[in-house]
């Protein structure tokens, strides 16, 4: 889901709403004061957020192309600058991250109603784009129906979707809140948007870093399907970052990648069994090495080799990407499949 949804509903509303009153490649579209709508491409403000009998209310700024800021008033900071999603608690010195393409997977926390506002957007856009819909306005509401149900609500409960409704300030033009109505007409959801103002935004507007100190952890998701690869080939078409270069003694047993997020490629010679961990290199590591660090250089950069009693690991990172060899192999034998990698400015 992206913010960029509310800007595409402009474009779409009028034209499913307006019947050739305006261009919908104009930013606004009108059929008279009763259901002028205007949506800026960046804008900001303050969303309350109705919805499982919990009252949640956010200052938001966002843009056109899916980033957003939200800020709670404790001070709670949830991000995503396409690439990072965050979310930030001040009070207890923590923060949580997770790449961007994994945010629809993230559903609790602090977050959860920001991104209900935005999958509500996200049915709308796609009910109006349907065209499947009839659209009833009176005094300041527009209700969007269609022949059948139109989605489910990001509820709890998942509730059906019968009707959305939607309140636009007759004079300015401008959307002031969302109800998502199930079959019975009650309102499973519903956001109220206050201050709606067009912004100008530098291009760091949405670069979040968590002040020095900061505890980061991986967000928790639900479960994300790896793409598996049992062969070298298949690894080689499937996984998006670099593989060792290793001889034929070298077996690859298999591996698994989660796209923007690490990848294990797994290895065995003579009998003994290494798995590779390639990863971004900002991303917070939720299994580090145990055992006394022995630092050295891997391949000319700066790395740390763990020995264990029932695993060895040997760690470095290149630029952007951080590897991890872990397994029964010695120290010897993972620095020549590390050498297998060389360097390319990753």
């Known amino acids: ?95 949580e991250v997770v790449p961007s393409m994994y945010a629809g997977a993230v559903w609790n926390g602090a977050g959860r109603p920001v991104r209900a506002m935005l999958y509500a957007l996200d049915l709308l856009q796609e009910s109006l784009s349907d065209g499947n819909v009839t659209c009833t306005r009176t005094d300041g509401r527009i209700e969007i129906a269609g022949d059948g149900i139109l989605g489910f609500a990001p509820t709890r409960m998942h509730d059906a979707v019968e009707r959305i409704a939607l309140s636009v300030d007759p004079k300015r033009g401008e959307i002031e809140g969302l109800t998502l109505l199930d079959p019975a007409g009650r309102g499973v959801m519903a956001v ?6 067009e912004v100008v935004l530098p291009a760091d507007a949405f670069s979040f870093a968590p002040p020095e100190g900061t505890a980061i952890t991986l967000m ?54 290494f798995s590779i961990t390639v990863r971004p290199a900002d991303l917070p590591d939720s299994n580090p090495p145990e055992g006394q660090a022995q630092r050295l250089l891997v391949n000319g950069l700066e790395g740390a080799y763990y020995g264990g009693t029932d695993t060895n690991a040997l760690i470095w990172t290149e630029n952007t990407t951080a590897f991890r060899i872990e397994g029964m192999a010695d120290k010897e034998e993972m620095m020549l499949v590390a050498a297998s990698f060389g360097t390319s400015g990753r």
């Open 1 to 95: 889901m992206s913010v960029r949804t509310f800007f595409t509903f402009c474009v779409l509303a009028c034209a499913v709403l307006c019947a050739g009153c305006t261009d919908a490649g104009e930013r606004y579209g009108s059929t008279g004061p009763s259901c002028a709508v205007a949506i800026p491409s960046n804008w900001s403000a303050g969303v309350t957020v109705f919805m499982d009998g919990e009252e949640t209310a956010f200052l938001i700024t966002a843009a056109d192309d899916g980033r957003y800021l939200a800020e709670f008033s404790n001070g709670t900071i949830v991000s995503d600058d396409g690439r990072r999603h965050w979310t930030y608690h001040p009070a207890g010195g923590r923060a």
């Open 220 to 273: 928790r998701t639900y479960a994300v399907t790896p793409i598996h690869a049992a062969t070298l080939e298949a690894a080689e078409r499937c996984f998006d970052v670099p593989l060792p270069h290793l001889p034929r003694e070298y077996a690859f047993i298999g591996g698994s990648c989660l796209p923007a997020f690490s990848t294990i490629m797994v290895y065995q010679k003579n009998g003994t069994t």
């Open 192 to 197: 109220t948007f206050e201050d709606f103002t």
